[in-house]
């Protein structure tokens, strides 16, 4: 279900660009961020396996702040990594509500200027 948000958004977004109602390079980031994202987790699920080093939190959460939070969020879903640390989710959640909101302000102001 939540790689089911993640997936929603992306086309709503695509969608939204391929109509001129965002600029495509608003989804073209997004896409960029999420696949960024997405490989990340995929590595860092990676090392966790082979116990080599892993990727910081933080470094995964940046990643989910900056845009790639849908690419995250599926990639969770598809490793099944970081799904059961609640305070990782807590916080994953945070900086996507937080992203979303920038993006509906961002939006919100370039519409009234």
């Not at 977004?13 to 109602?21: C, D, P």
């Not at 590595?43 to 845009?67: N, Q």
């Not at 990782?88 to 992203?99: E, G, L, S």
Request: glycine content about 8%; overall charge positive.
């Amino acid at each position: 279900m939540p790689s089911l948000i993640a997936v929603l958004f992306l086309t709503a977004l695509l969608a939204a660009g391929l109509t001129g109602t965002v600029s495509l390079a608003v989804a073209a980031f997004y896409g960029a961020a999420s696949a960024a994202a997405f490989i990340a987790y995929g590595l860092d699920k990676s090392a966790a396996r082979r116990r080599l080093r892993r990727t910081p939190e933080r470094t995964l959460h940046a990643l989910g702040l900056a845009g790639g939070w849908p690419g995250a969020l599926i990639a969770q879903a598809l490793f099944r990594h970081k799904t059961s640390k609640q305070r990782f989710q807590v916080t994953f959640w945070a900086t996507a509500i937080i992203n979303c909101a920038a993006l509906t302000a961002i939006l919100a102001y370039v519409r009234t200027n």
